[in-house]
């Protein structure tokens, strides 16, 4: 491995880093408690060290939802590219969500389960090509999937998008915060909490 291609690798480790060590200190500090030389501080550099790759909290806070939502959609792409039918598929997809979010606690928090503070754009959240529209997209399109081939009874797809959404952000939200109580076990409930929802929709699950 050439100089140039070390040094790349080396910026893209530590900028990683930054980020892990950012959502970290924001999921368990807050936001606004958090400053720049308090990231820095956690992982031994010095400030204007991550002034090179951020220009600041807010920014950072960005990049720390993008690329967990990035991570997330290249799973559910991978489910979208599979055949199988569309309940399956929603299925699937509903599952590796909720295993995405207790996989990845931090970053699932500082993304989902935290206020947008200020300097933080939400409609810059919300563009149709942003990570995170194309996660909602991929629950969108099992609904209307389903409903296409008459898995589905939905008289608004809109809603049942984002009711699907809901219910399996409350359940990845709920296993994460709850983590001592005595579920009968997380794969269980998550399970469980899939099928319902799909039953819900009026699914015909095989």
């Not at 950072?60 to 939502?69: D, H, I, K, S, W």
């Amino acid at each position: 491995m050439g100089v140039r291609e070390r040094r790349a690798r080396q910026k893209r480790y530590l900028r990683q880093e930054i980020l892990d060590a950012a959502s970290e200190l924001f999921v368990r500090e807050g936001f606004e408690n958090v400053s720049m030389r308090r990231i820095a501080d956690k992982i031994e550099y010095s400030p204007t060290t991550i002034y090179l790759y951020f220009k600041d909290k807010a920014e950072l806070l960005e990049q720390v939802c993008a690329e967990a939502f990035s991570r997330l959609v290249q799973r559910l792409t991978k489910i979208d590219e599979q055949p199988g039918e569309p309940l399956e598929k929603m299925q699937r997809g509903l599952l590796a969500y909720i295993q995405f979010g207790l996989e990845n606690p931090h970053h699932y928090r500082a993304t989902f389960m935290m206020p947008i503070p200020e300097g933080m754009r939400e409609e810059k959240l919300q563009q149709a090509d942003s990570p995170g529209m194309q996660a909602f997209d991929f629950l969108r399109r099992c609904v209307y999937d389903g409903i296409a081939a008459g898995k589905l009874k939905v008289k608004d797809p809109e809603l049942a998008s984002q009711t699907v959404w809901a219910g399996i952000h409350g359940v990845t939200s709920l296993l994460i915060t709850h983590e001592k109580f005595p579920w009968v076990g997380r794969e269980k409930v998550a399970k469980s909490m899939v099928e319902t929802l799909i039953d819900g929709l009026g699914g015909a699950r095989a």
